[in-house]
């Protein structure tokens, strides 16, 4: 067995919410303060996943502010999440490829007459 296959074993995918704030050319609608995005990223560990996500995005000229890790797919299926098949395929591209998915991309907009 290879270094490489070893440490692929070794990966597991995990879902994180990320909160971005405005950037320079992050490409976010002008009138927006930011974006929720969901990804999967695999990681050795979550804190891998989660450092590994936050160095694309600012790659990507976003600006993460916040990040909430949801865990492994194992660690979903036992909160009782239900997991979409899209979500599965995904998640085993984020293995495979041994990288961050975005999944999606969500604009956030301040509310009208809020402080």
Known sequence: MTKNSKNQNRQKAY????QVGR???DGLP???S???LVCYASG????EAVRETVAILKQADLAPLDVTGYGTLQERQSQGHEIEPEELTLMQRALDENSVIVAQMT?????EGSE
């Open 15 to 18: 879902t994180l919410l990320v």
């Open 23 to 25: 950037a320079d050319k």
């Open 30 to 32: 002008n009138n927006s």
């Open 34 to 36: 930011g974006a929720a």
């Open 44 to 47: 050795i560990d979550e804190a």
């Open 107 to 111: 604009p956030l907009f301040n509310e």
